[in-house]
């Protein structure tokens, strides 16, 4: 990444603009402003190129809470001047969802869901052409339900699956399907995979992660208003999804997946397990247990960032 900086400080123009963060809409570029509505941004009234430009790496996950935790805790890892309690909403205006800039860092909440995190996503893909970044990387760090493993255990997706385990994202376009690939970036998560295994507490896997649109029917469990199967139809379901790869199940890992692949985007989903599906499907651990587990994603992602900022050799 150092390298391609490098590049793009010199003149060799078309090397940057390769590098730069693209949109897939032949439209965006004849708008006279373009309002990131739900960000509460606007290409007319905030200059994104001075305020987002420098940004290498962005974060991304469901809770407000956490990802504005998660700022604070990567301003001390990177231990950069000022104080982390006082770093600054961004979308302040907006109460749909939260963002922070920390150094080369963005930190934002994108809600629960396709939908949710759909809308995030192209606002923010936007704001990083908007303004030019180049070479980013996107990470979205989540919690999940374990098909098969320990509560804890942190999942690094190799491939983002539907309900029926195809690594496809389902989009209604004008009343027609369009089928996305969800294909990410296989050295990424390999890279991940080995900073875990440089950190202490941190137990990680690489595995598929089925996304579904429903927490409760949507990931088979026997606990919501409504069940419309038995408990063998349940394990019977896990146990097709264990077999084909599948370790962990959420809610946006498809669409992150194939919006990041369409537009040329690096990404990676890491997960951290809660509970095991095969043994339950209430959340029974307690609040500090929770909270110390949705560290583990953020703390693994720290470790990849300061390596790639050259404070950690
Ligand atoms: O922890 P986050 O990032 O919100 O992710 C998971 O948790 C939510 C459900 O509790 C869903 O959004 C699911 O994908
Ligand atoms: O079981 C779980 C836990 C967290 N998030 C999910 O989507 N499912």
């Given at each position: 990444m150092v390298s391609i900086l490098l590049n793009c400080m010199g003149n060799d123009?078309?090397?940057?603009?390769?590098?730069?963060?693209?949109?897939?809409?032949?439209?965006?570029?004849?708008?006279?402003?373009?309002?990131?509505?739900?960000?509460?941004?606007?290409?007319k009234t905030h200059n994104l190129p001075e305020m987002f430009g420098d940004t290498k790496f962005v974060c991304v996950g469901g809770s407000m809470n956490r990802m504005k935790a998660f700022s604070q805790f990567i301003h001390q890892e990177l231990k950069l001047p000022g104080n982390p309690e006082e770093i600054r909403d961004i979308c302040e205006g907006s109460d749909r969802y939260c963002m922070y800039k920390v150094g080369p860092v963005l930190s934002i909440s994108h809600g629960m869901g396709v939908?949710?995190?759909?809308?995030?996503?192209?606002?923010?893909?936007?704001?990083?052409?908007?303004?030019?970044?180049?070479?980013v990387?996107?990470?979205?760090?989540?919690?999940?339900?374990?098909?098969?493993?320990?509560?804890?255990?942190?999942?690094?997706?190799?491939k983002a699956v539907d309900y029926s385990f195809r690594p496809q994202f389902e989009q209604v376009v004008l009343g027609k399907v369009i089928t996305r690939s969800t294909e990410l970036d296989e050295g990424l998560a390999s890279e991940l995979l080995q900073c875990s295994s440089e950190l202490q507490n941190i137990p990680a896997v690489i595995g598929n992660t089925m996304c579904t649109h429903d927490f409760y029917e949507g990931q088979g469990r026997l606990d919501g208003a409504l069940c419309s199967f038995s408990h063998g139809e349940k394990m019977e379901y896990l146990r097709k999804a264990y077999e084909a790869?599948?370790?962990?199940?959420?809610?946006?890992?498809?669409?992150?997946?194939a919006m990041c692949h369409v537009c040329g985007l690096k990404a990676a989903v890491i997960c951290v397990v809660l509970l095991d599906r095969f043994e339950g499907d209430q959340i029974t651990s307690s609040h500090d247990?929770?909270?110390?587990?949705?560290?583990?994603?953020?703390?693994?992602?720290?470790?990849f960032i300061k390596k790639h900022l050259g404070l950690i050799v």
């Open positions: 123009n078309n090397e940057c603009i390769k590098h730069q963060v693209q949109v897939k809409n032949p439209y965006l570029h004849t708008m006279e402003e373009d309002i990131l509505y739900h960000f509460n941004l606007s290409t939908p949710s995190i759909s809308i995030m996503l192209h606002e923010l893909i936007k704001l990083l052409h908007h303004a030019q970044c180049r070479d990387v996107l990470f979205r760090l989540g919690t999940s339900g374990g098909v098969g493993l320990a509560a804890g255990t942190v999942v690094i997706t190799d790869g599948v370790r962990n199940i959420e809610m946006e890992s498809t669409v992150f997946a247990v929770l909270l110390e587990y949705q560290q583990r994603p953020q703390i693994l992602v720290s470790h």
